[in-house]
C-alpha cells in the first residue's frame, strides 16, 4: 500500500511534538534550545510544527543536549524511511501508469499518414494542452481559443517547426511548478527550441555571487534580488532575440515573477516579437504548495536550501494566486497533472514521427 502524504505529515508532526515535549521536560525554550545547538529559534520552531525536517547534525547535537539516549536520531531514521518509502512507491506508481499509457497506444498499431498529424498522436497533445485555459485580459489581444494548440499542432505537422511565422512561448512559475517539464513537452512535440534560464545563466550566475563574496546557492538575498537577476533575465531575452533574428520558435521558460507582473516589460517584449512578425504566447503554471515542496525536495538542487529550509518564510513570499494581469494561458498542474500528462503525449508523439 502506497505511503500517504497524511501519513507522512503526520509522522513529521510527531517528531516535532516529541523533540517539544524533551525539550519542555528540560525546562528550555526553544530559543535556549537553539543557543545550545548552535541554530536559530525558528529552525527549532518549524521542525516542531514538521514544516521542516531535521538533520542528522541537528538530533545529534539536541540527543546529547536533553540526554535522550539517542531517541531523537532513531526517530529520524523511522521517519526518513518512510519519506523514502513513499517515493519508492510514487515513482513505481508512476512509472506503471506510464508504460500502461504507453503499450495502450502501442496495442493500437498506428498507421502514420504521409502528411496530417497522426489522430492518436494529435489526441495526446490536445490531452496534455488540454490543462490550459485561455485568459483574455483585453491587453494585447493575444490569446486566442486553441491559439496555442493550433500552433503546437502546426509545428508537429508540419515537420517540427517549418510554420510561416515563429513562435515565441514564455513559461512561468514558482520554483517547482513544473514549468521546465512542460516546455520540454512543448519542444518534443514542435520541435521548437528551449531557452531555460538556469540551463543559461546559472555558471555566470553562481561565479558572479562569489566575486562578490556571496553565496553561490543565494537567490533570495538583496545581493541576488538587485545585482545579479536584473543580468540573468537580459541574457535570457537576448538570447530569444538571437533566435527571433533567425526565425527560430522558441520556448522561453524561468519564473518570470516580477517580469509577469510589469505590464511594461511585457509591452517592450510583445513590441520586440511583433518587430519580427513572431506570435508571443505567455503561460503561468498553476501548482499547489505540497507540490512544489514535493518536487523541489525530489530535485535536491542545493539553490533550493534556503527555500527548504526556511519553507514558512517562504511560501510568505509568493502569491499562489498569482495571475498575470494580461492575456495568457494558465496550467493547471496541481498534484502534477499536467506534467504527467505531458510526459504521455512525448512519449507517444515521439513514437508516431518515428
Known sequence: MMVERSTITAARRAFGKQLAG??????????????????????????????????????????????????????????????????????????????????????????????????????????????????????????????????????????????????????????????????????????????????????????????????VNDRHSTLYMEHVRPFEYRCLMDAMTENLRCGVSTVVTGPFVREFADMQWMMRVRNRCAAYRARLSVVWMNCDEESMHDYISFRGAARDGWKLNNWPDYIDTIDLEFAPPFDHYSVDNRLNAAVALADQAREIAARVQE
Not at 511565422?165 to 516546455?183: H, M, Q, R
Not at 514542435?190 to 540551463?199: N, R, S
Open 22 to 215: 524533551l525539550r519542555t521536560a528540560e525546562g528550555l525554550t526553544q530559543a535556549a534550545l537553539a543557543k545550545l545547538i548552535d541554530c536559530s529559534r525558528s529552525t527549532v520552531a518549524n521542525i516542531e510544527t514538521g514544516y521542516q525536517f531535521a538533520s542528522p547534525v541537528f538530533c545529534r547535537k539536541c540527543d546529547d543536549v536533553l540526554s535522550t539516549g539517542g531517541v531523537l536520531r532513531v526517530a529520524l531514521d523511522e521517519l526518513e524511511e518512510l519519506q523514502r518509502e513513499s517515493h519508492r512507491r510514487a515513482a513505481a506508481s508512476a512509472e506503471n501508469d506510464r508504460k500502461t499509457q504507453i503499450e495502450k497506444f502501442r496495442q493500437q498499431r498506428l498507421v502514420v499518414p504521409e502528411s496530417p498529424v497522426n489522430g492518436a498522436a494529435a489526441q495526446a497533445i490536445r490531452q496534455a494542452l488540454a490543462t490550459l485555459a485561455d485568459h483574455a485580459s483585453g491587453n494585447f489581444n493575444g490569446v486566442e481559443p486553441g491559439g496555442l494548440e493550433t500552433c503546437v499542432l502546426d509545428a508537429y505537422q508540419h515537420q517540427r517547426g517549418t510554420a510561416e511565422a515563429p513562435c515565441i512561448v514564455l513559461i512561468g512559475g514558482f520554483a517547482g511548478s513544473g514549468k521546465t517539464e512542460f516546455a520540454r513537452f512543448l519542444s518534443s512535440a514542435t520541435g521548437w527550441t528551449i531557452l531555460d534560464k538556469d540551463t543559461i545563466t546559472r555558471a555566470l550566475v553562481e561565479r558572479l555571487l562569489l566575486a562578490c563574496g556571496g553565496d
